[in-house]
């Protein structure tokens, strides 16, 4: 017998109204794998990942974590199974400072002085050391996205969905972030959102394309990039780096 | 049957009665976003300057349905021009201003006119059902609720400036984008919620009489009617005009009055728990 | 010196706090004694809208109803038992069982401030018409007769435990009143300090993310709201004591109003504001009650007008700000 996959949904759907941003998604990650998720804009990445955590209630279909049913679970109890987001908009606590932020994310450390050393940690892991005293809604925008990766990384998962990491990051950064992100999948599974080529061709995943709710093609990232179909809804081009 | 019939009278003037109680906040609460605490106080000027322009000679329903409409609606101008603008939609600002000037309308009321009622007699008397007596005036309320109520509605359909007033509701950067002065609209559908307020407080005076602290008796519950209401104001603040007049009405004759003002509480209390987002939230969610 | 100046505000509130509880009493005239009395059991009233509203971001126009339900409690539990020690605490208990059905119900959905302002204050409503409405002898809870709009008059004292004889009025209760203030703000801001504090205030900063990385919002919600509604049943006991006197206008939508000023006036996200706030919003209410010079809903309504208009964060924030760009500019002096 095999593992049951980390996570595996079953005809996932949800609809607002009259739009179906999800329509039955079968889709399957297993434990120690990096994915990434591509797909042109509003073709439902963000929303499948909101149905994974719980932030929406799927209309239909199932989701199954660690061969459990999690469908419908209350974010904080999936939060607590291992999974964690980081958000297309950086989601912080903006009245916090920077320290406070990472700190409030390190619960599983254990005891007081471990708190305070995971949280040094992730700090310096992210570059943000020397900023730790500020206040999180006054940082830039990049900023913003090391500190909730850190938010991210700082509860040490099992599964890690990234919801367009590199967003408003400089070239260097991008490739940093493709670094740590490979590092980050070494240990645990990592789902990730990207537009960017350059990091998708980086971190050599294996490549999944939503189109208007569906999963259209799945496969290793050069065999996608090449498929007829893929450039065809990108309005035959490739996806252009940076594009969102 | 005499009786049968003359409850139900009194059940459709509770409903009639909230509906009118509650339809300048519809407009303003429930098209502006605006979280007018000082609603109750708006109907209390309206009564005022009904009754006092009367008490002063001028005839009854010139008093009624031009001057407290009017008088209440310039109160809106200077509320909307010198507070609410420059709260920028902020709600926790909006609630705390409106919450002061509500205070202020009272602290004012009282200096000038003292804390003591003043009323008018409803006009028109009474006609017997059998042993049961109903003032005219009371079918007068209810007409004028559902002329408003119809003509409000009549008018955001079908007219020019209803469809603009409903497109910048729905979407004001994109009326904006498109021409319409937004914050002029807001101006003039404000003063018109209050106006509608004055109008309200008026008619209403003749039963209730006016003292400086009767809007606390209105406020609350056109709130609850209003967002139990739910996305669209005026369906909505109607259907639940409809529901919780009849409910507090019948719980009232039941018992004693308290128990219909709680009755109503209770049942909104329990609405907003089974639907969030109120009655037209759920359901007819095209209607306006 | 470091460790002085990052410490200031609490120094002061000591310093503050110890004068208030130890040489007022001394000096001060007995009916002096008894106004200040009044504002330090609104003052723990205050802090309790100050931590439901101000730290876990829970806007509840209802603190009210807790502190009624704690006065009537207290009230009717002391007139049938004699002894202050009991209803003292079901004054609390009370309360604080109410907070926790109310925050079942509003926290277990999703609602929106606005919903919840309006629940709370209906709730505080049904309470004003109940109580209103239990005029008559058939309206009795043992010996105590709830009267209405006219209230329940010679409420007991609180007196020391087991020991009816001995009474806490006057200089104790100001004492006693006092040492719990400090305690309530003492303790709060000891409650802040920890993990669930901070928690507390990752919620009211952002509740979705709180959420992401693992906590339970609605219990956190539900802890913050039964903690505030057991500090407003003992404020509302001991104002029960205080004026041996309780009736429904502590449920009136005015009452309410006040306390939010009170929390406004003295800024929102600190606690000392809301003691700084209440004591001066009633010394002015009181001074203009006395001196007759204007309504008091007037000035406090056009005060409240001009603090939203002008003055937005409130005294506390505001001072300290002052204060730290004064520092700054003596520090960049030569
Ligand atoms: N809360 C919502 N209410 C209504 N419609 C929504 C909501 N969230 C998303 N949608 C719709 O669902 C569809 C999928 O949106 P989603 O944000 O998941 O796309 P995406 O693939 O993440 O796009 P992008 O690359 O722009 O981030 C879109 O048509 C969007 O308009
Ligand atoms: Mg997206």
Known sequence: MTNPPLLETIALTKRFGGVTAIDRVDFRVEAGELRCLIGPNGAGKSTFFRCLTGQLRPTAGRVRFGGEDITGAATHAIARRGVAIKAQIPALFNGLSVAENVRLATWKAGGRAARTRKTDEILAVTGLSPLAARLAGSLPHGQRQWLELGLVMAGNPALMLLDEPTAGMTRQEVAQTAELVRSLAKERTVIVVEHDLQFIRMVAATVTVFHQGQILVEGPADAVMADQRVKEVYLGQPPTPGAC | ?288 | MNWVRERAGLLAAVAVGGTLIVVVPVVAEIFALFELTLFLVLAILALSLAWVWGFGGILCFGQSVFFGLGGYTYAIAVINMGDSTVPLMLGILLPALLAGILGYFLFWQRISDVYLAVITLAVSLIFYYLTGASAGSEYRIGNALLGGYNGIPSVPPINVPGLPEHQVVYGDLYVLTAVMLAVIYGGLRGLLATDFGRVVVAVRENEERAQLLGYDVRTTKLTVFVIGGAIAGLSGVLFAAWGSYVSPNVFSMTFTAQIIVWVLVGGLGTLSGAVVGCVLVQAAMTWLGEAKLADTNLVLGAAFVVLVLFARRGLVPGTRSLLADLRGRVRSAP
């Open chain 2, 1 to 288: 049957m005499d009786h049968a019939l003359v409850v139900g009278l009194h059940l459709l003037h509770a409903m009639a009665s909230l509906a009118l109680v509650s339809v300048g906040l519809a407009v303003i609460f429930g098209m502006l976003r605006v979280i007018n605490f000082a609603h109750g106080e708006f109907l209390m000027v309206g009564g005022y300057a009904f009754v006092l322009s009367a008490g002063a000679g001028l005839n009854l329903w010139v008093a009624m349905l031009v001057v407290a409409p009017a008088a209440v609606g310039a109160l809106g101008f200077l509320v909307e021009r010198f507070v609410i603008r420059h709260l920028h939609g902020d709600i926790i600002a909006t609630i705390l201003a409106t919450w002061g000037l509500s205070l202020f309308l009272i602290g004012l009321a009282a200096t000038v006119l003292g804390y003591h009622q003043q009323g008018v007699a409803p006009p028109f008397g009474t006609v017997q059902f059998g042993s049961y007596s109903i003032g005219i005036y009371t079918f007068f309320v209810m007409i004028v609720a559902i002329v408003t109520i119809v003509s409000l509605f009549v008018w955001l359909r079908w007219s020019r400036s209803g469809l603009l007033v409903r497109g910048a509701m729905q979407d004001p950067e994109l009326a904006a984008a498109l021409g319409a002065d937004t914050r002029r609209l807001r101006t003039a559908m404000f003063v018109l919620g209050s106006a509608l307020s004055g109008l309200a407080g008026a008619v209403l005076a003749p039963l209730a009489g006016v003292l400086p602290e009767i809007g606390a008796t209105y406020v609350v519950k056109a709130f609850i009617t209003v967002i139990s209401g739910g996305a669209t104001a005026l369906t909505g603040t109607t259907l639940a005009a409809a529901l919780f007049g009849f409910t507090s009405q019948a719980a009232a004759f039941l018992s004693r009055p308290v128990v219909g003002e709680v009755a109503l509480l209770i049942v909104a209390i329990v609405l907003l728990r089974l639907l969030p987002t109120g009655i037209t939230g759920r359901y007819f969610r095209k209607a306006l």
